[in-house]
């Protein structure tokens, strides 16, 4: 099968530039400057005139509940909220049922990965206090990382003991992505939120309770850890403004499109819909994050997309379930910041395509250069549409931008050649492939 792209705005290595891209089966074979047709004959010619053509997106951080708590999603229904976004590449983490902390676990996941993924994937391994002999099995071309939860979360994957920190850092071959939040602080904070407010305090107190602090210290602990034993860590959803003032040489933070776009007082309107851990803070936070997103001091973009049942979202800070679906959604609420000029449509694609590649070390995917996967998505901008319920792939059934109106639209998703999204419709009868490392 030959394709040809023709007459877009390609967006790649810090270049925009009018050309096409030629795809033959599941590679990209030319990318031709200019709008010069070339002179060949195509299985297919897709018009991509007005539209942006960007690599497809990969997802550092996703929690797509398979195996075991499937009632609110699975892989094949979030693979299509991926495809549908214009991601073709994602990587899930550890804290289902049972936990991907064992080898059996984790290969179970890429079986039913094999079976039911419409896009690309793999998949963290995660650490236990007792189960980094584990590490020296994992096969380092196959996943992208360690997953470590420093801080309470839900999964009840908390490591807290000196002892096994000391040997995770000292052990890992690969990145560590780590979640951190300093859990015996938070227990304060809430202690001292329910005596002031009552069992449930409400959400608006959600980021008193998982604090700036709570963040801060949390990840400074990494951070020390990580150049003792000269690990590469990787900081998942950095929140604060304080925490950037970690960040040096061999340490590396993903933000996630949530903290940079909503800030603490969009609780009064959304609620428990925008709850997640670690929380969204301060204007003042987002706007710093927003600024080193922009400036280069923040790695990569990844969603955290955690999808719940909205009955599962109900109360406060105890009662509601942390975590929101933002995977469809992703690349169309980063270009309304493109438009509101918190920055460019190439660091865009710097963010969530080139340096999730690179950090991670994924073969032949996350830019547009020949001999590269054609995992390609095109985006159309000035085309109005409004997120509603009949849009939403995700099995959860709702997401924090219903109702919203994006100026920006996912016209088709070309995974490893294949279009495995146009017109709001996914091919669910395509299989993605497990993504290769180093």
Request: with cysteine; net charge negative; hydrophobic share 40%.
């Amino acid at each position: 099968m030959k394709r040809l792209i023709l007459h877009g705005t390609l967006v790649n290595e810090a270049n925009k530039f009018d050309g096409s891209v030629i795809v033959e089966d599941s590679k990209i074979t030319k990318i031709v400057e200019g709008n010069t047709v070339p002179n060949a004959s195509f299985d297919e010619v897709i018009d991509a005139s007005g539209c942006f053509v960007l690599p497809g997106l990969i997802d550092d951080h996703v929690h797509f509940r398979e195996p075991g708590l499937t009632a609110k999603a699975d892989i094949d229904s979030e693979s299509r909220a991926a495809a549908a976004g214009g991601v073709t590449t994602y990587f899930d983490m550890p804290n289902c049922v049972p936990q991907t902390t064992t080898l059996e676990a984790l290969n179970e996941k890429f079986q039913l990965a094999a079976q039911k993924s419409h896009v690309n994937y793999s998949f963290f391994f995660g650490a236990t206090n007792d189960n980094v002999d584990l590490f020296s099995q994992l096969d380092v071309h196959r996943i992208p990382g360690i997953k470590l939860f420093m801080g309470s979360s839900t999964g009840n994957m908390l490591v807290d003991r000196r002892e096994a920190l000391e040997k995770i850092f000292s052990t890992a071959q690969m990145p560590i992505m780590v979640h951190c939040e300093d859990t015996d602080m938070i227990n304060r904070n809430m202690a001292e939120a329910k005596r002031l407010y009552g069992d449930d305090p409400k959400v608006t107190h959600h980021p008193e309770i998982r604090s700036a602090e709570a963040c801060y210290q949390s990840t400074k602990l990494a951070v020390e850890l990580a150049l003792k034993h000269h690990a590469h860590l990787h900081i998942a959803h950095l929140t604060t403004a304080k925490e950037l003032e970690l960040l040096t040489d061999g340490i590396t933070a993903e933000v996630t499109p949530s903290h940079l776009y909503f800030c603490d007082r969009d609780y009064t309107a959304l609620g428990t819909r925008i709850k997640c851990n670690p929380a969204i803070k301060s204007a003042a936070d987002r706007d710093a994050l927003r600024q080193a997103a922009a400036d280069g001091r923040i790695a990569v973009i990844g969603t955290d997309h955690a999808p719940h049942l909205l009955e599962q979202k109900e109360g406060g800070c105890c009662k509601a379930a942390s975590g929101m679906p933002m995977l469809q959604f992703s690349l169309v609420t980063m270009l309304e910041l493109v438009d509101k000029g918190v920055l460019t449509i190439e660091r865009l694609v710097e963010l969530m395509c080139h340096r999730p590649a690179d950090l991670f070390q994924v073969r032949n995917r996350g830019y547009l250069r020949e001999g590269y996967q054609a995992d390609i998505v095109i985006v159309r901008p000035n085309a109005a549409w409004t997120v509603t319920k009949d849009v939403i792939q995700s099995k959860c059934g709702w997401s924090p931008m219903e109702n919203h109106t994006f100026l920006w639209r996912v016209e088709q998703t070309l995974c490893n050649g294949h279009t495995v999204y146009k017109d709001g419709v996914v091919d669910t009868n395509y299989i993605g492939q497990p993504v290769q490392f180093r």
